[in-house]
């Protein structure tokens, strides 16, 4: 389906300037490389398996590329191509292009390191192997999980079938994210709801991030007073920032939004364009909200093929050491990204902080030395709030704001959503899944010295 993007209101000559610069930085950077890893009789051992070809796979690989040889390293992973997803919440609003997020995973994955097109079966860490969805046992000497996240749609009744109808959309899906672009075009008046599901999930600012550009989008069309805007939450509050969350409530207030919180989606009847929710505090009392937009975000968890394994802790994620990620039980083991413990937020952001660390984690051990450099944290979640602001909330494990620029970062600013919409893409495809991206700390201290 193919949909002409939503032109943004940035007409300042500074804006254009910003944007022209990373546009074409990106074009003079070529993200694609010959991929020539796979070989005529791949290799069944290899001294760095890493499992998963997403954000924190792939950018863990072209960094034991660097540490052990591009010829020592395999990547595990099934898909065809590679997304850049943080993008799609503008996609879902019409801003960018679904087309924009995707390169064939070949092209991103480290000239020289194999890349074994299946998907795990089985981990068996006290053998140092796994087996995959084919039968083949593949073992390792040092072994990298990043299987990110598992959307469970089928979770809510009426869905993944409900996706099927108008009105509804999910900007965590590849199949689903158009759809909501075409539920705000189509919108005429009556309720847009907005969900958080009762689970972890990934970019948790991410389902009041379209919330906000619809209310815009709205707004630019002429809609807005035909339009009761509703977002429940399954959450207490708005975010886990308290700095953050106040700047929310304000734009919540002024533009009369509607937060219902406690408020989990169990069951959408799509036929009927009606919504069930239920009291996460009073399970079993549930209410029936008619809509005219609908997006979902879905219940997530760990991957399956990780619950029913030895590395994970009881709430099925791979039960890694919050400061170094190197797993608790198993020496030579190590997770990053979505499909981790880690007390923080699951976020592209929070992978490229956590790369440096593991990084430095894993060139000590194999050095038969103690891990030392400790993660504190560190993620980030830019708030976009229109088609051209963004509150940029910046924070660590114990939820303290851990800014990067030399200004309050809770205002919405115009700068903040082109680094967002344009500066990020350009660090995450040319940066960051080559490895020479480890997150703003050193921006951070650059700063930090300047104003010293």
Known sequence: MKMTPLVAVVSSPHARLFTCFFRLGAQQASPLQLH????????????????GGGSGGITMASRMKKRVGAENVAIVEPSERHFYQPIWTLVGAGAKQLSSSGRPTASVIPSGVEWIKDRVAELNPDK?????????????????????????????????????QPKIGSNYSVGTVEKTWKALQDFKEGNAIFTFPNTPIKCAGAPQKIMYLSEDYFRKTGKRSKANIIFNTSLGSIFGVKKYADALMEIIQERNLT?????????????KQEAVFENVD??????????????????????????????VDDAGWVDVDKETLQHKKYSNVFGIGDCTNLPTSKTAAAVAAQSGILDRTMSLVMKNEAPMKKYDGY??????????????????????PMETFPFDQSKQRLSMYLMKADMMPFLYWNMMLKGYWGGPAFLRKLFHLGMS
């Open 36 to 51: 020539t890893g796979t070989s005529l009789a791949a290799k069944n051992y290899h001294e760095v398996l890493v499992l």
């Open 128 to 164: 140092n192997c796994i087996r995959t969805d084919t039968g083949k046992e593949i073992s390792y000497k040092y072994l990298i999980i990043a299987l990110g996240i598992q959307l469970d749609y089928g979770k809510i009744k009426g869905l993944p079938e409900g996706f099927s």
């Open 379 to 400: 993620t980030s979640c830019p708030l976009v709030t229109s088609y051209n602001r963004v509150i940029l909330a910046e924070f660590d494990y114990n939820l303290q």
């Open 282 to 311: 009073k399970p079993g009392e549930t209410q029936v909200i008619s809509y005219e937009m609908l997006h979902v975000t879905p219940p997530m968890s760990a991957p399956d093929v990780l619950k029913k394994s030895p590395v």
């Open 259 to 271: 937060v219902n919180y406690k408020q989990n989606l169990i069951e959408v009847r799509a036929d």
